[in-house]
C-alpha cells in the first residue's frame, strides 16, 4: 500500500494485504497499547517500519529503539507500572540480553499489561542459533501465544494484551521468522480511539515491588496460580482449534507448523485429526487430556525442542491414560524448521502407511556456485579489513562480534574468527590474552554493538589490564538489520538527539591510546593498528567510514542515479588481481579472457579501491 | 483452480521484495487468494534473497515445496538456476533477467561462472521452458523487476493474472515519478513484440 501509516489509523473496518510485523502495528493500536519499545533484530525490525510510516505527531503510542534488549524490556515495565498497556519486541537471542529483567516480570503485578513480542528463528535464518525461546516460558511462568500467520499475529496479540491487562500479567507473543515475513489479506476491525488517561499510576498497594526475603514466596505462588487461571481464559476463548477428521489418530501442533501439516495432510486419504494450541505454556491440560483420550495414537508435532512432548506424557502418565504417545524420532527432528516438506518427511516416518515418502530432492548441481552475504560495494568494513589484514600477523588471534563487519570472516579477509554474540569480542580477547605473549589478539566491535553490551568488556579490559587491541568499526548506523540511528548518530526514532562519540567515551574511561582515521585512508590505517598492537595494554583504533548502502540510497534517491563509476585501463592493468583477490569489491567482474572490468550496476564510484592497484590501473 | 506456485529470486538490492509484493497484489486484484514470503535474512549484502507466492484454493503453508514451484522468477543468471535446480518442478517455467552478478568464488577464480548454455542443457534436460528477458533499453538496473514483469504478462505466466490487475498493484505500490517511469517501461515492454524475440523453448528444440 502507499499509505501504510494511513492505513493503519483508519477507522472503519478494512482488509489488507500485510505482513505479520506490521498486522501488529494495527493491533497495538486497535488494544490502546501507550508505550513500545525494541532493539532491533531480525525477524521483527519490520514492525518498527509500520510504525515509522505513522507520522510522529499522529502515533497513538510512544515508540523508542532503546540501546539494547534489556533496557527496552525495563521502559516497557516501568511505562505498564504506570498503568500503561506497553510491548517490547526483539529477536530470539534478544531475550537472553534482556533475560535479568525478563525473568522477574512475571512474579509482579504489572498494572497496565505488558506484551512480550518474541521473533524466534527456527533455521537460523539471521540468528547465531534456534533456540527455543519456550523455554523461558518455564522458567519464568510466562504464558506464551503462538500465532501461525498474520491474521492470527493481530487476533493473538489483541487477545495476549486483554489477558495481560485483566491479570497484570506479563504475557509473550512468539513468532518465528516466516509468521513474522508472511503476507496474506487481513480483516482488520474499527478502530474507535477511547479518551486517553495518562495519569502515572505508579503505586506500591500495588506491589510488592521489591522482592526480597519474605516477599518472593507470594510472588512466586500468585505467579503459579496465575497459570491454571489462563488456561480456563483461553480455553473459555475457544482459541484452539480442532479439525476433526473421525479418527482414531490424532497430531499436536501449534504456531506455522500447524500450516505445514495442512499442506502435507491435503495429499492423505485417511487423515488424522488435529489440535491446535493456541497457547503453548501453559498447556491447556483438560483439552489435550480430552484429545489424548479420545484417540489410539497421538503426535506431538512441534518444533525445535521437546517442551509439549515432556508435558504431555508426564500428563499422561499422571492420567494413566494408555494413548500411545509419539514424539521427536531422532536428532533431526530437533533441528531446523518444520517446513511442509519437513513436515511430510516427519508424518511419513511416523505413520509409513499413511502417506507416500517425498520423491528424493537431488543434491544441487556442483556447477552452481554459492553465494554467500558480503559487504556492499563501498562498505568502509572492507577497506577496513584490507588494510589490517597487511599488518596482521599469520597466526594473530582476531575475535569478530556482531554485525555486517562478521562479514570479515569470508574469503579473501578472513578476519573475525570467531564470534559468539553482541558485545563479545573484547572480553573473549581478553581472555585470549592471557599466558600469550606470542600472538597479538585484536577485537572487533560496531558502534551500535559498543553501546548495547560492549562496553562492560572494555571497562574489564582497563579494569583488569588486558592486553589486546579493540578495533572499533564505526560506520555512523545499525546498518545489519536496516539502518536504525544509535546513541552515536545525534538521532533517535522520533527526534535528534545530542550525539554520544565514541571516541569521548573511551577517553572518559581513561584510555591512554585511541586511534582514529576513516578507513578510506588504508596508509594510515595500517600505521596506526601497527603501533596499536605493537603496544602493551588495552588500545583502541577507531577505524570509521559511513555505511555507504545508506549513502549510495540517499544518492539514488537525491540524483534519480549513481553519478559515477571506476573503470580499469586495460593498458595500465598488469592482471596482478589485487582488486577482485585481495580487495574483494563486488563490483569487481572476472571476464572469460582472464580481464577484470567493472559492472556498473553495482559499482557506486566510492573509489576505496583506487589505492589498492598498484600499477595505478584503476580511475574515476 | 489447483494451487499455483511461484518462486520469485535474485540478489540483495535487486528489488526482489518489490516484485514480490506486485505479483502478490495483482494476483489478489484478480480476485485469487494468494499467500506470500519473504526469506531475507542477510540479504542486503549481496545475498540470495528469494520470496515465496502461492495462489489459489486449499493453500495453507506461505512456503513452496522443494520442486513444487510451476514458475521461477529470477532477476539474475546464476540465481535463475539455483532455482530451477531446488525449487522447480519438472516441465515448469523459468523466466529470467539475464544479468550476472558474479558470486564471490568467481570473482575470486575459484567457481565458474554459470554460462547460459549450462542454463539452458539444465532446463532442457527436465523439460522446463525458459524465458528470457534481455537487451531492454533499461533507464536504471533496477527497473529489471518491472521489465520482467512486463514479459510475465506478455507470455501470461499467472494464470488469471492479467495486465489491469498488475497496473493496480503497481499504483497501489508507487507514486508520482516512480510510478510513471515503471508505467512507461511496463507498458512499453507490454506493447512491443520485439522484445520476445529472445525465447528459447529448453525441451531440445
Known amino acids: 500500500m502507499k499509505n501504510m501509516g494511513e492505513m493503519l489509523l483508519r477507522r472503519p473496518p478494512f482488509q489488507e494485504i500485510v505482513m505479520g510485523n506490521t498486522a501488529l502495528v494495527r493491533a497495538m493500536i486497535e488494544s490502546g497499547t501507550r508505550v513500545v519499545t525494541s532493539y532491533p533484530g531480525s525477524p521483527t525490525p519490520e514492525i518498527a517500519t509500520a510504525i515509522q510510516s505513522i507520522p510522529k505527531e499522529q502515533r497513538p503510542f510512544y515508540f523508542e529503539f532503546s540501546t539494547n534488549e534489556k533496557v527496552a524490556a525495563e521502559v516497557a515495565f516501568g511505562a505498564a507500572l504506570n498503568g500503561h498497556l506497553s510491548t517490547v519486541f526483539f529477536k530470539s537471542v534478544g531475550l537472553n540480553v534482556a533475560a535479568d529483567t525478563f525473568v522477574q516480570l512475571s512474579l509482579l503485578n504489572i498494572v497496565g499489561g505488558m506484551v512480550v513480542i518474541l521473533g524466534d528463528d527456527p533455521g537460523a535464518n539471521s540468528s547465531q542459533n534456534e533456540q527455543d525461546n519456550r523455554h523461558f516460558a518455564y522458567l519464568s511462568y510466562t504464558p506464551v501465544f503462538e500465532p501461525a500467520n498474520p491474521t492470527e499475529a493481530y487476533l493473538y496479540y489483541k487477545e495476549a494484551a486483554s489477558l495481560s491487562r485483566e491479570l497484570g500479567k506479563v504475557v509473550i507473543l512468539r513468532l518465528t521468522t516466516h509468521v513474522c515475513h508472511a503476507k496474506e489479506k487481513v480483516t482488520f476491525a474499527g478502530w474507535y480511539p477511547p479518551e486517553k488517561d495518562d495519569r502515572p499510576r505508579f503505586s506500591t498497594a500495588n506491589g510488592p515491588y521489591i522482592p526480597l526475603v519474605s516477599a518472593v514466596y507470594p510472588m512466586k505462588e500468585r505467579a503459579l496460580r496465575q497459570l491454571s487461571e489462563i488456561e480456563t481464559w483461553v480455553e473459555q476463548r475457544n482459541m484452539h482449534t480442532m479439525v476433526d477428521n473421525k479418527s482414531r489418530r490424532g497430531i499436536i501442533t501449534s504456531g506455522l507448523v500447524y500450516l505445514s501439516l495442512l499442506e502435507v495432510l491435503e495429499g492423505i486419504k485417511d487423515k488424522p485429526d488435529v489440535l491446535k494450541l493456541a497457547m503453548v505454556y501453559p498447556i491447556p491440560r483438560r483439552v489435550i487430556l480430552e484429545f489424548l483420550q479420545s484417540h489410539d495414537e497421538v503426535k506431538i508435532l512441534e518444533e525445535l525442542d521437546d517442551e509439549l512432548e515432556r508435558s504431555i506424557k508426564a500428563m499422561a502418565y499422571d492420567q494413566h491414560i494408555s494413548t500411545r504417545i509419539l514424539g521427536k524420532n531422532d536428532i533431526n527432528d530437533w533441528i531446523g524448521e518444520y517446513t511442509p516438506d519437513k513436515v511430510h518427511d516427519i508424518i511419513a516416518n511416523t505413520w509409513p502407511d499413511s502417506i507416500d515418502t517425498r520423491d528424493p530432492v537431488p543434491h544441487p548441481l556442483k556447477e552452481i556456485p554459492l553465494r554467500p552475504p558480503q559487504m556492499c560495494p563501498g562498505c568502509g568494513h572492507r577497506s577496513a579489513f584490507h588494510a589490517i589484514g597487511e599488518v596482521l600477523a599469520e597466526d594473530d588471534i582476531t575475535v569478530a562480534d556482531i554485525g555486517c563487519h562478521t562479514l570479515g570472516y569470508h574469503e579473501p579477509y578472513n578476519l573475525g574468527e570467531l564470534l559468539i554474540c553482541m558485545g563479545a569480542s573484547t572480553a573473549i580477547g581478553s581472555g585470549l590474552a592471557l599466558f600469550n605473549n606470542t600472538r597479538r589478539v585484536v577485537a572487533f566491535l560496531g558502534d551500535s554493538t559498543f553501546f548495547h553490551a560492549g562496553l562492560p568488556g572494555i571497562i574489564n579490559a582497563l579494569f583488569n589490564n588486558h592486553n589486546l587491541t579493540l578495533i572499533v568499526m564505526e560506520n555512523g548506523t545499525t546498518a545489519m538489520t536496516g539502518h536504525q540511528d544509535n546513541p552515536a548518530t545525534g538521532r533517535n526514532f522520533n527526534d535528534s538527539s545530542e550525539a554520544i562519540p565514541i571516541r569521548k567515551v573511551l577517553e572518559g574511561l581513561g584510555i591512554q591510546t585511541i586511534f582514529e582515521t576513516d578507513t578510506y585512508n588504508q596508509v594510515e590505517l595500517r600505521t596506526l593498528v601497527k603501533k596499536a598492537v605493537a603496544r602493551d595494554g588495552f588500545n583502541v583504533v577507531i577505524a570509521k567510514h559511513p555505511c555507504m548502502l545508506l549513502f549510495a540510497k540517499k544518492q539514488r534517491k537525491a540524483k534519480g542515479s549513481i553519478s559515477h563509476h571506476v573503470h580499469i585501463d586495460q593498458e595500465k592493468c598488469h592482471n596482478i588481481n589485487a582488486c577482485i583477490q585481495k580487495f574483494g569489491c563486488p563490483s569487481f567482474v572476472r571476464n572469460n579472457d582472464g580481464t577484470i572490468s567493472v559492472n556498473n550496476e553495482l559499482c557506486i564510484g566510492d573509489g576505496s579501491c583506487i589505492q589498492t592497484c598498484p600499477t595505478k590501473a584503476i580511475t574515476r | ?205
Open chain 2, 1 to 205: 483452480m489447483k494451487p499455483f506456485n511461484i518462486y520469485i529470486c535474485g540478489v540483495g538490492g535487486q528489488g526482489v521484495g518489490l516484485l514480490s509484493e506486485i505479483l502478490l497484489r495483482g494476483a489478489d486484484h484478480a480476485g485469487l487468494e494468494a499467500k506470500a514470503v519473504d526469506t531475507h535474512g542477510l540479504a542486503q549484502r549481496g545475498g540470495i534473497v528469494v520470496s515465496h507466492l502461492r495462489l489459489g484454493k486449499n493453500i495453507y503453508s506461505p512456503m513452496v515445496s522443494a520442486r513444487k514451484a510451476d514458475l521461477v522468477v529470477a532477476l539474475e543468471r546464476h540465481e535463475a538456476i539455483r532455482a530451477v535446480d531446488s525449487a522447480l518442478q519438472d516441465k515448469g517455467s523459468l523466466i529470467y533477467f539475464d544479468t550476472v552478478l558474479q558470486p564471490l568464488g568467481v570473482r575470486l577464480g575459484s567457481d565458474q561462472e554459470v554460462s547460459e548454455d549450462l542454463l539452458n542443457t539444465v532446463c532442457g534436460r527436465r523439460g522446463v521452458t525458459v524465458h528470457k528477458v534481455d537487451n531492454v533499453n533499461l533507464a536504471d538496473p533496477r527497473m529489471q523487476n518491472i521489465a520482467i514483469l512486463a514479459r510475465i504478462n506478455r507470455k501470461k505466466l499467472i494464470p488469471g493474472v492479467e495486465k489491469q490487475h498488475m497496473l493496480q498493484a503497481l499504483e497501489d505500490l508507487m507514486q508520482d515519478a516512480m510510478l510513471e517511469r515503471n508505467l512507461e517501461l511496463f507498458n512499453r515492454m507490454v506493447n512491443n513484440p520485439k522484445i520476445s524475440r529472445n525465447q528459447f523453448n529448453g525441451s531440445g528444440s
